[in-house]
Structure formats: structure tokens, C-alpha cells
T-cell receptor
Framework: GDSVTQMEGPVTLSEEAFLTINCTYT??????LFWYVQYPGEGLQLLLK?????DKGSNKGFEATYRKETTSFHLEKGSVQVSDSAVYFC??????????FGQGTRLTINP | DTGVSQDPRHKITKRGQNVTFRCDPI?????LYWYRQTLGQGPEFLTY????????KSRLLSDRFSAERPKGSFSTLEIQRTEQGDSAMYLC????????????FGSGTQLSVL
């Protein structure tokens, strides 16, 4: 079945550091790919998405490119802020209508 | 606030008791999803509705679990004879069901079974 594997956390960085959170997937067909973020005490929010190969999703300085050849959708940000501290989930949506999530990566940014 | 409401936010119950959670989706959304999330894991799909019809149920959803969406608006998730392994965050999400669907998640109901 469809699955998503994320870089294990937790990840701790200093403010203004470069961030990469790795995500790879297994799916039949051509899934849509997503990054969701969960801030402390809040619900899951869509951060960005890409629906076909080579698409780049971007939002709030975060970017991820849909790489079909490597089945990856790594999340990057050039300069992180303390307010980016959260749990990040990579997810896919294939032929079935449901989202399949990775296990999440907890990110802590220190000032 | 995403517009999806879940009630209660927290529920503590004793093993063997029945519990019911409610989800109020965004009013114009015809899709409603239930997920379960345990500590350190990503959300796992349980079931979803298109209007009032329950279209898919995960194998995670044992016969102690039942979900309804009686008028295609709010939904309830009931767990009968709760077990300690049912302790988790139960998340609800709603969406439009079209090809560009974006899901909006509620803040969840945290269930603790003692």
C-alpha cells in the first residue's frame, strides 16, 4: 500500500539556519504530495502541496519539489525562525481519497 | 481556527466505558474524515464520508468503533467498550471532495483510557 517515510527527529537548529526535512514515498500511480504543520496546541494545517512531478510547492519561505525519479518531496527553508518550531508531516494522496501521513518530524528552533 | 470544531477537547474514561466524539465540519464541505494519532506518530486514516454515506473504513476500525454522519453535516465517532490501546488523539477533517481538495483539520479530541 501507499506509505510515507520521513526523516526522524527531533531536529534542533539555531535561528537563521538552513532546514531540510527528508521525505520519501511509495505509491502506485501519481499521488499528490503535501506537507502539513502542527504548531503547539493547534490542529494540522496545510503548509504546501504539489500535484505532479517537478512541481514546486511553496509557502511562508518553505519549499518542496515533487521528484518522481527519487520518489521524494523534501522540505526546505533557507533561514528558519523560532516561530517555525512545530511538528511537520509529509503526506500523500493517491488513488484512494485518503491522506497517508509520515510519522512526523519535530523541529525546534533556538534563538 | 480552521473552521472545523471537535468536542470534547479531552476525554478521560475508564476501560470498558463507551465514549462518543463529535465533529462539526465547515458547512459547505461534503467530505468528512476521521483520523487517529498516537504519540510520536502521524495521523492514521479511520474512515470518511461523502455527505451522509460512509465510503471507506480502515481495518484499524474494529467493530467497537462506529461513525455516523446522519444528515451530511456533523459526524459522531463512538467507541464501545474502550480499551487502553484506544488512547489517542482523534482528528476530524473536512474537504470539498473535488480534485483540488484541501483538508481542514480540527484540533482533535484527546482520549485517555484508564
Amino acid at each position: 500500500g501507499d506509505s510515507v517515510t520521513q526523516m526522524e527527529g527531533p531536529v534542533t537548529l539555531s535561528e537563521e539556519a538552513f532546514l531540510t526535512i527528508n521525505c520519501t514515498y511509495t505509491a502506485t500511480g501519481y499521488p499528490s504530495l503535501f506537507w502539513y504543520v502542527q504548531y503547539p496546541g493547534e490542529g494540522l494545517q496545510l503548509l504546501l502541496k504539489a500535484t505532479k512531478a517537478d512541481d514546486k510547492g511553496s509557502n511562508k519561505g518553505f519549499e518542496a519539489t515533487y521528484r518522481k525519479e527519487t520518489t521524494s518531496f523534501h522540505l526546505e527553508k533557507g533561514s528558519v525562525q523560532v516561530s517555525d518550531s512545530a511538528v511537520y508531516f509529509c503526506a500523500l494522496r493517491g488513488g484512494a481519497q485518503k491522506l497517508v501521513f509520515g510519522q512526523g518530524t519535530r523541529l525546534t528552533i533556538n534563538p | 481556527d480552521t473552521g472545523v470544531s471537535q468536542d470534547p477537547r479531552h476525554k478521560i474514561t475508564k476501560r470498558g466505558q463507551n465514549v462518543t466524539f463529535r465533529c462539526d465540519p465547515i458547512s459547505e464541505h461534503n467530505r468528512l474524515y476521521w483520523y487517529r494519532q498516537t504519540l510520536g506518530q502521524g495521523p492514521e486514516f479511520l474512515t470518511y464520508f461523502q455527505n451522509e454515506a460512509q465510503l471507506e473504513k480502515s481495518r484499524l476500525l474494529s467493530d467497537r468503533f462506529s461513525a455516523e454522519r446522519p444528515k451530511g453535516s456533523f459526524s459522531t465517532l463512538e467507541i464501545q467498550r474502550t480499551e487502553q490501546g484506544d488512547s489517542a488523539m482523534y482528528l476530524c477533517a473536512s474537504g470539498t471532495g473535488d480534485s483540488r481538495e484541501k483538508l481542514f483539520f480540527g484540533s482533535g479530541t484527546q482520549l485517555s483510557v484508564l
